[in-house]
């Protein structure tokens, strides 16, 4: 159990990370973006440090109140939630 959460933790966040990257790319080149919820919607799923790191790694969404305050809310959500899971099966 453990160490299917520690690999779907670890893909998510990794594509995360990168869907952070490539809407920063699509917001240069003035293409069509990848939208707001989505991108929150990601962090919810178990992708929350990976948005952190896009945010900060890419400079993206860092002045939008909903990432600024919204993503390191979902992150020690999310902390919370793994730790109890891991603690309630050892």
Same mark, same amino acid.
């Given at each position: 159990?453990?160490? #299917? /959460? %520690?690999?779907? @933790?670890? !893909?998510?966040?990794? &594509?995360?990370?990168?869907?952070?990257?490539?809407?920063?790319?699509?917001?240069?080149?003035?293409?069509?973006?990848?939208?707001?919820?989505?991108? #929150? /919607? %990601?962090?919810? @799923?178990? !992708?929350?440090?990976? &948005?952190?790191?896009?945010?900060?790694?890419?400079?993206?969404?860092?002045?939008?109140?909903?990432?600024?305050?919204?993503?390191?809310?979902?992150?020690? /959500?999310?902390?919370? @939630?793994?730790?109890?899971?891991?603690?309630?099966?050892?």
């Amino acid at each position: 159990m453990e160490r #299917l /959460l %520690l690999i779907y @933790l670890a !893909g998510i966040n990794v &594509a995360t990370f990168f869907t952070y990257g490539l809407d920063k790319w699509k917001a240069r080149q003035d293409r069509w973006r990848i939208r707001e919820s989505a991108l #929150l /919607l %990601l962090a919810v @799923l178990g !992708g929350s440090v990976g &948005a952190w790191l896009g945010m900060k790694v890419w400079h993206h969404k860092t002045l939008h109140k909903k990432f600024k305050y919204g993503v390191p809310a979902i992150l020690i /959500l999310q902390i919370a @939630l793994v730790t109890f899971l891991l603690c309630r099966h050892a």
